[in-house]
Nanobody
Framework: QVQLVESGGGLVQPGGSLRLSCVASGFTGRFGLYRMSWHRQAPGKERELVAIISSVGGSTDYADSVKGRFTISRDNPKNTVYLQMNSLKPEDTGVYFC????????WGQGTQVTVSS
């Protein structure tokens, strides 16, 4: 049974930082085979892609709104993907989900990020 468990969300002031983690288990095949991504959903809005990291080579891509502020990385031996978020803005508020894709698509349950003074 595939499980993705996010953690690291919380309340932070504008300009602050958070690091989200997503630990995977139960995969068919090695974790390194999966393309991993972070998505977010703000209240009343559709879920959007924030950042993605490839399965091979670790190439990354970001939504324009977070380029230069967020960094996605992965630690394959630990079955974990991270999202380092710096210079946070109120518009970054939302539920953040990680997603794994290879032999299927799998989502975590999400972690809440609130940026507010």
């Amino acid at each position: 049974q595939v499980q993705l468990v996010e953690s690291g969300g919380g309340l932070v002031q504008p300009g602050g930082s958070l690091r989200l983690s997503c630990v995977a288990s139960g995969f068919t095949g090695r974790f390194g085979l999966y393309r991993m991504s972070w998505h977010r959903q703000a209240p009343g809005k559709e879920r959007e892609l924030v950042a993605i990291i490839s399965s091979v080579g670790g190439s990354t891509d970001y939504a324009d709104s977070v380029k230069g502020r967020f960094t996605i990385s992965r630690d394959n031996p630990k079955n974990t993907v991270y999202l380092q978020m710096n210079s946070l803005k109120p518009e970054d508020t939302g539920v953040y989900f990680c997603k794994a894709a290879w032999s299927g698509e799998y989502w975590g349950q999400g972690t809440q990020v609130t940026v507010s003074s």
